[in-house]
């Protein structure tokens, strides 16, 4: 869920080919609940650059308790070549989209 969570951050930045994964990690703090419980993943894109990528994510059980949280890291300096993205570039002034 991590990977995933991860890529789709990348992906919401305009990127089709979401690169590949260099670093990945999983800290589980709390129990995730029982089978048929539902858990709400929170993920955000910390830095996004033109060689990687930086993401963290929390998982939350129902009661808006912290119960994992993880960071995945992504090689995009390839990703920027696919004809199918939605952004050219990063910005020259900023390095922001």
């Known amino acids: 869920m991590v990977d995933l969570g991860g890529s789709l951050a990348v992906a919401s930045k305009g990127l089709s080919s979401t ?3 260099t670093d990945l990690n999983v800290t589980y703090l709390n129990s995730g609940g ?3 419980d539902t858990l709400r993943a929170e993920v955000t ?3 996004f650059g033109k060689t990687l990528a930086y993401t963290s994510i929390r998982f939350l059980n129902g009661k808006d ?3 994992a949280r ?4 992504k090689y995009v300096a390839m990703a ?3 004809e199918n993205n939605i952004v050219d570039e990063l910005s020259p002034r900023t390095g922001r989209l």
């Open 19 to 21: 690169g590949v994964s």
């Open 34 to 36: 029982m089978i048929g």
């Open 45 to 47: 894109c910390d830095k």
């Open 65 to 67: 308790e912290l119960v």
């Open 70 to 73: 993880g960071s995945h890291t």
């Open 80 to 82: 920027w070549k696919d």
